[in-house]
């Protein structure tokens, strides 16, 4: 524990997320290390031990002999406060040194409302923000995470961006860093030789222009940099490196919980979904691998609930053998099985009976349109019937409670689209009550959950206008009219969030200004409503004469040069035209498993892709 905060811990809510010391924590004696990594994740301790990303790692790096990774987390109000009253240094957990301390300082990008937090973590640390006041090599700022496909936003407070799989480049990085701390080696020269480890993006070493109406022109290598970097990706993922225990926090987590990836990718091709595309291509593990990590994970945690991760853990081709080969030991050790992201259309009853025999809870289905026209706009691939043929299961089974998730303001949508996500949750209450097989003496709660969408980059969505704050506002009331029976609840999103996690998502790095603007005037932890600050970011915006509209609410051209354009995650661009022109035509594409799309997915995976078609 850091020995200087240790008499202000009981002034603060939660003192266990800042003391370290938990089981399963590395410590290592730093002189005997040549490079010490602080991993930062930019929220809250509960928030940040629950990402999977960081265990890994986390884990990884410690691995070596010659490495030691520590874990540093965003203080709330109450020890932000403390730290800075006394002086205090943003510390790691496992040695209580100061961030300014270590080597390489890394932080995790999961949302973009995340930005002010990481100024805000390297101020407290006593660490210029921004990279050009940083010219010695250590500590060197990087970034990864599913932000990082857009960088730009970021590119002035981050040295090098890490894309896609972070395992291998994450070694690769490490191993050059070191050979440059040895020979005593510059900061400018070791950008640039690292800008040639692939997925390795370094923003310094790109020039940006732009034309007169605020779009970019060109985007251009300086040097000896890639005039295209590509993602990194891990090919094998049955033998990549999986940790075996876990840090096991003192205090509660969001998902406190032993968690097993059994698969990498999407087959599916949702045209709204970031993930569904940047994580491509599908890598499998087989079921004798997850249950052997997964029991091996239980014993060392202790936990009691395993949960397996994907994007759709449903279309893990071997589920059924899976949960087989888990149960059997799972249920003697009285370990329960989680399976979230669960895709409606193969619900099927073995499964379902499965997961009877695991627990009876409610289930999430993410129906996303209220009317077939729009999932088919979507390339959802569901049909009203599977909907509610899927609740039916559930209710036959036992489930009395259901939860829809929804969004609203997708390209193309109506007002009958809107209506039509309260007619959908009716038909499931009804479908609750028509089935003779539901449980006796309970009645049926549907959760409708309707969040804003948000276009992002590498999605056949990149293009279109996001909704402005008033459409939304104006959609979310109609809908809240259209629900009749307390059987259906509501919850939406706040508009003005989702504004400016579209203005960050697709924005260029004249954005830096306005995040730095913003966090001086007081923004951070922008994700949560009692700290989010509307009317001071678009003061920021105004301060630097920029407009958020310009980012979210304009369509843009298909010519037009995208401010990740640079960025390569395999999915070609002429793939997610094409689906962007089939989605205006409301027509869908099959997914994978079916018939390949061509998407490009395989080429960063020496041309081979899992979920190819076979046929």
Known sequence: MNQQIEKYLLSVQKPAAYTGGEAGSVIKDKKAVDVRFAFC?????????????????????????????????????????????????????????????????GFTLMYELCYTNVLNMLDLAGIPVRAKDRPSLSPLVVAGGPCACNAEPMAAFIDLFMLGDGEDVMMELLDLYKEWKRKGGDKASFLEAASHIEGIYVPSLYDVSYYADGTVEKITPLKTAPAVVNKRNVSDLEH????????????????????????????????????????????????????????????????????????SSSDYSQIQPLLNQLLSWADPRKINIALPSLRIDNFDEELLEKLSSIRKSGLTFAAEAGTQRLRDVINKNISEE???????????????????????????????????????????????????????????????????????????????????????????????????????????????????????????????????????????????????????????????????????????????????????????????????????????????????????????NGGHCDARCKA
């Not at 890598?283 to 014993?299: A, G």
């Open 386 to 604: 599977e909907i509610l043929t899927t609740a039916r299961k559930a209710f036959s089974g036992g489930r009395t409670a259901v939860k829809l998730y929804f969004m609203l303001g997708l390209p193309t949508e109506t007002q009958q689209d809107v209506a039509g996500i309260a007619d959908l949750a009716q038909k499931v209450v009804d479908t609750f009550y028509h089935n003779p097989n539901k449980p006796k003496g309970k009645s049926v709660q549907v959760s409708v959950s309707a969040s804003n969408f948000v276009p992002k980059p590498f999605t056949p969505f990149q293009w279109e206008a996001q909704d402005t704050e008033e459409q939304l506002r104006e959609k979310q009331a109609y809908l809240r009219s259209c629900i009749t029976t307390r059987k259906v609840s509501l919850s939406c999103h706040h508009p003005d969030v989702s504004l400016l996690e579209g203005v960050l998502a697709r924005g260029d790095r004249r954005l830096c200004d306005v995040i730095e603007t913003a966090w001086r005037s007081g923004c951070i932890f922008d994700s949560w409503e009692d700290h989010f600050k509307p009317e001071t970011w678009w003061q920021a915006f105004r301060d630097r004469g920029l407009s958020p509209a310009f980012y979210a609410n304009r369509k843009r051209d298909y010519a037009e040069v995208l401010p990740w354009d640079h960025l390569n995650y395999g999915i070609r661009k002429s793939f997610l035209k094409r689906e962007a022109e089939k989605a205006n035509r409301a027509e869908t594409t099959p997914h994978c498993r079916v018939q390949c799309a061509g998407c490009g997915a395989d080429q960063l």
């Open 41 to 105: 994740f930019p929220d809250t301790y509960e928030i940040g031990m629950s990402h999977l990303g960081m265990k890994i790692l986390y884990g990884l790096i410690n691995t070596r002999p010659d490495a030691w990774c520590e874990r540093v987390f965003a203080p709330r109000d109450d020890m932000e406060k403390v730290l800075r009253d006394n002086q205090i240094p943003l510390y790691a957990l496992e040695s209580g040194d100061p961030l300014g301390e270590f080597d390489i300082i």
């Open 240 to 311: 990549v490196y999986y940790p075996d225990n876990f840090v096991v926090p003192f205090t509660e987590t969001v998902f406190d919980r032993a968690v097993h990836e059994i698969f990498r990718g999407c087959i599916r091709g949702c045209r709204f979904c970031q993930a569904g595309f940047i994580y491509r291509p599908i890598r499998e593990k087989s079921p004798e691998t997850i249950s052997r990590q997964s029991l091996q994970l239980c014993e060392n945690t202790g936990y009691d609930e395993l949960s397996l991760c994907s994007l």
